[in-house]
């Protein structure tokens, strides 16, 4: 997806779509005519940043650990 300037509800649409592909076991990101299929590991790490930065604010929420498998192809 990269970063960009998205509408509050479309980034919540985001994540409320992560979700239920975490609790599956397994995460395909599309960006660019590439895809990459994540299954993430059972133990993570939770790291959740709120601090003000120059004239905004910053919320970071990011989860990350060992991934069991990563598959990359390209989207035709």
């Not at 995460?27 to 120059?54: F, R, T």
């Not at 919320?59 to 991934?67: D, L, Q, T, W």
């Amino acid at each position: 997806m990269g970063k960009r300037m998205i509408d509050i509800r479309e980034a919540i649409s985001y994540r409320e779509a992560l979700a239920p592909r975490f609790q599956g076991g397994r995460i395909v990101v599309e960006h660019g005519g590439n895809a990459l299929d994540l299954e993430p590991p059972s133990v993570v790490i939770l790291e959740i940043e709120a601090k003000p930065k120059k004239e905004k604010t910053k919320f970071g929420f990011e989860i990350a650990g060992s991934v069991h498998r990563i598959t990359t192809a390209e989207i035709r």
